[in-house]
T-cell receptor
Framework: EADIYQTPRYLVIGTGKKITLECSQTMGHDKMYWYQQDPGMELHLIHYSYGVNSTEKGDLSSESTVSRIRTEHFPLTLESARPSHTSQYLC???????????????FGPGTRLTVT | SQKIEQNSEALNIQEGKTATLTCNYTNYSPAYLQWYRQDPGRGPVFLLLIRENEKEKRKERLKVTFDTTLKQSLFHITASQPADSATYLCALPPRGGGYNKLIFGAGTRLAVHP
């Protein structure tokens, strides 16, 4: 089982609140990712990081922001939550270049966010 | 743009039979293709990776084929069990690659009945 953790697992919060979704991995992976997934739909990449202090937005536009100050930690922040942010947020990581398993992604259990 | 198509209808099969799931893609030739399993409310779990120069890959009861001419991958589970019931996702690197990113299909739900 992958050593990647997300907290909280479930969050119900009111409109306008600031939230931070936590993601940590203990595998020493350089690359980390945030995906958004609605029920029955594809995962959409919203942020990725290829190392400390290096982050970029993904293919799906998102109002969230991320930071990567430490290799193992990749939190996602929403400054002002809205009902349209209601979704499942999945964090993942992958090994560095030069390893045989560099293309595999290891996922956390996800955070189910509901904004009322 | 790149597109991944997986059968949106659930696949229902009897225990012990072989399940076959299909992944079709368009508009480019990926260097590899991956299959993941996702259980309800959980993150996907990596199953298999097949490279463009490999026609077939096996892992225990799983078999994946990759036909770069048809732009299609088939995912087989032999001797299926109720515990195999889940959604199976196909994933490809985006055109141009980039930091090991992946594009995912919406998945096909498999239900194995006793």
């Amino acid at each position: 089982e992958a050593d990647i953790y997300q907290t909280p697992r479930y969050l119900v919060i009111g409109t306008g609140k600031k939230i931070t979704l936590e993601c940590s991995q203990t595998m020493g992976h350089d690359k980390m990712y945030w995906y958004q997934q609605d029920p029955g739909m594809e995962l959409h990449l919203i942020h990725y990081s290829y190392g400390v202090n290096s982050t970029e937005k993904g293919d799906l536009s998102s109002e969230s922001t991320v930071s990567r100050i430490r290799t193992e930690h990749f939190p996602l922040t929403l400054e002002s939550a809205r009902p349209s942010h209601t979704s499942q947020y999945l964090c993942a990581s992958s090994e560095s270049q030069g390893t045989s398993r560099k293309y595999e992604q290891y996922f956390g259990p996800g955070t189910r966010l509901t904004v009322t | 743009s790149q597109k991944i198509e997986q059968n949106s209808e659930a696949l229902n099969i009897q225990e012990g039979k072989t399940a076959t799931l299909t992944c079709n893609y368009t508009n480019y030739s990926p260097a590899y293709l991956q299959w993941y399993r996702q259980d309800p409310g959980r993150g996907p779990v990596f199953l298999l990776l097949i490279r463009e120069n490999e026609k077939e890959k096996r892992k225990e009861r799983l078999k994946v084929t990759f036909d770069t001419t048809l732009k299609q991958s088939l995912f087989h589970i032999t001797a299926s069990q109720p515990a195999d019931s889940a959604t199976y996702l196909c994933a490809l690197p985006p055109r141009g690659g980039g930091y090991n990113k992946l594009i995912f299909g919406a998945g096909t739900r498999l239900a194995v009945h006793p």
